[in-house]
């Protein structure tokens, strides 16, 4: 592997002459320049980035945390910030947790050791030391979609109104005449799960119908987790002298998918003897079948707004720390309808246990 000795060599300049050529340290005559260019060609030198680092004190690189690379929500969410990012001029190293505090703090070792100059992070769960290693890293952040449960944040923060969101959905389903409205959730303790179910309660109460746990199912933020609740949730009220629910609020689109899935195998047909309404607005939504209706979240709105606060901190142009809360919008598509008078009952099925947690 070819040094900058043998780029000096090759050129027939000094070492700090390639230096100032590579790092853009210092002007370099056009004669001088297009030889040491011309030398880094033929030899196929790879300047060091952590060499250059060290001279500038930045690496141009931002180090970014999701917990789920598989959810179609982190992947747009992933997309707006490298299109931003790279229109920066900055690269941008991803590293999926897999929602699991370990992995987590694992990777963010290695982010700092890779001398990132800021960190977008989309935390795991419930980590207790996440706050603290976040203060050891000692460069910008900023927090994406779910915060971190402590007195004061470590960065700034981007979210979507969850709670609003919940409204919006359970509101549209009482405006086309439903009233027993069930709720498939994220895992039990995630802020976005719970603020998307007081959301769907607080719409229910005040239009004076049932919003207990008999009618709230967990699916666990995956496209399983919502076709087992769904099934579940069915066979339940099969056997119940309860009046089913004819409208169910999925709080992620990836449940609600295999939520869809369930009613098809269930002999229900969707909007006619139940409606759907999921949450995020992924790309897919708007080719199921029928076509979701879903609240969307602006999520290349969340991308390039993440980037753009780190580069607010980088660049020295603002301290304080800053928290936005954007607003989520409902997609209206062809999977929710008027209740139909005559709902059939599904088809028979094995009985499956609740999903209750």
Not at 31 to 36: H, L, P
Not at 97 to 119: F, K
Not at 149 to 169: F, K, S
């Amino acid at each position: 592997m070819a040094t900058i000795k043998d780029v000096a060599r090759h050129a027939e300049v000094s070492v700090t002459t390639v230096s100032h050529v590579v790092n853009g340290t210092r002007h370099v005559s056009a004669e001088g320049r297009e030889r040491v260019e011309q030398a880094i060609r033929a030899l196929g030198y790879v300047p060091s980035a952590i060499a250059r680092s060290l001279k500038r004190n930045n690496t141009r690189t931002l180090g970014m945390l999701i917990p789920n690379s598989s959810n179609p929500y982190f992947a747009e969410i992933v997309h707006a910030v490298e299109d931003r990012a790279f229109g920066a001029g900055y690269n941008v190293i991803l590293c999926n947790t897999n929602d699991e505090p370990h992995r987590q703090g694992s990777y963010l070792q290695v982010l700092a050791e890779r001398r990132i100059d800021g960190l977008i992070v989309v935390s795991t769960g419930q980590d207790a030391t996440l706050p603290t290693q976040l203060a050891g890293l000692q460069v910008p952040t900023v927090l994406v979609d779910r915060e971190v449960e402590i007195d004061e944040q470590p960065g700034d923060l981007v979210e979507t109104a969850h709670m609003q969101g919940g409204l919006l959905a359970t509101q549209h389903l009482l405006a086309l005449g439903h009233r027993r409205i069930a709720c498939i959730h994220g895992p039990a303790g995630l802020r976005p799960s719970e603020q998307r179910i007081a959301g769907w309660r607080s719409a229910l109460a005040a239009a004076g119908c049932e919003h207990g746990d008999a009618l709230l199912w967990n699916g666990h933020f995956t496209s399983q987790g919502g076709h087992d609740a769904m099934q579940a949730m069915l066979a339940a009220h099969a056997d119940a002298a309860s009046a089913p629910p004819t409208a169910v609020f999925v709080c992620n689109d990836l449940m609600a998918m295999g939520a869809l899935c369930a009613a098809h195998e269930r002999g229900l047909r969707v909007p006619k003897s139940l409606s759907l309404v999921g949450f995020d607005d992924i790309e897919l939504a708007a080719f199921t079948s029928p076509p979701l209706t879903t609240v969307a979240q602006p999520k290349l709105r969340i991308g390039a707004l993440a980037v753009e606060m780190l580069l607010e901190r980088i660049d020295g142009r603002r301290q304080a720390a800053r928290q936005v809360m954007l607003q989520p919008e409902l997609r209206v598509r062809a999977s929710t309808a008027a209740p139909c008078a005559d709902i059939p009952a599904p088809a028979s099925s094995p009985s499956l246990a609740p999903a209750h947690e």
